[in-house]
Nanobody
Framework: QVQLVESGGGLVQAGGSLRLSCAAS????????LGWFRQAPGKEREFVAA????????TYADSVKGRFTISRDNAENTVYLQMNSLKPEDTAVYYC?????????????????WGQGTQVTVSS
């Protein structure tokens, strides 16, 4: 089992950057695929990015490709989401999630463990 705690959200102007962190408990962190999702008010939760066990494999939603970068530090039990060139439409609560599978899943239903979320607000 793993527990996830996100941090790093906040208010930023359009074009700015933020780095989200997600700290995990558990001795088997390196055996989890990790993902970031987001949910804007009135919308369904959507996939943002995922990273494989070793960190070599990643996948992104088209809406963030080229602007966001997911990475992980297995020694620190932490996954990151570097967000650059932020847009007002990136405003949402961002969640990290963990899955014991090896596939870089984009469906939230696949992920077993979730953090509480961190708010990101991008002003125009």
């Amino acid at each position: 089992q793993v527990q996830l705690v996100e941090s790093g959200g906040g208010l930023v102007q359009a074009g700015g950057s933020l780095r989200l962190s997600c700290a995990a408990s558990g001795r088997t962190f390196s055996r989890y695929t990790l993902g970031w999702f987001r949910q804007a008010p009135g919308k369904e939760r959507e996939f943002v990015a995922a990273i494989g066990w070793s960190g070599r494999s990643t996948t992104y939603a088209d809406s963030v490709k080229g602007r966001f970068t997911i990475s992980r530090d297995n020694a620190e039990n932490t996954v990151y989401l570097q967000m650059n060139s932020l847009k007002p439409e990136d405003t949402a609560v961002y969640y990290c999630a963990a899955d014991q599978g090896v596939v870089l899943a984009t469906s939230s239903r696949v992920y077993d463990y979730w953090g509480q979320g961190t708010q990101v607000t991008v002003s125009s």
